[in-house]
């Protein structure tokens, strides 16, 4: 498959790349390689190939969902600067 110009130009307008018009050949050939690539994948004999694992062969592993604190306040708050009891003490920014 090759792309022309007004495609390429599209792309990267879908993209939000901005792009000069000296630039669209360069990114064409680019593109035009990267489709190739995805082309030889076709060629692959995948025959008697078992699938991978994918979320509709497997179920996901759930936990409780519980609220906790983590339980580790003080830890986290021995790497503060400065502190005021359970809290961290920072210096005003908005008069």
Request: hydrophobic residues 40%; negative net charge.
């Amino acid at each position: 498959m090759s792309l022309d110009l007004a495609t390429t130009r599209r792309i990267a307008k879908l993209a939000r790349i901005g792009l000069e018009d000296a630039e669209l050949e360069t990114v064409r050939q680019k593109l035009d390689g990267i489709l190739g690539w995805v082309d030889q994948l076709s060629e692959v004999d995948v025959e008697g190939v078992p699938p991978m694992v994918g979320t509709e062969t497997e179920a996901l592993r759930q936990r409780d969902d519980v609220v906790t604190d983590g339980n580790c306040r003080d830890a986290i708050l021995s790497c503060a600067p400065e502190k005021s009891g359970p809290f961290y003490t920072v210096p005003k920014v908005v008069e």
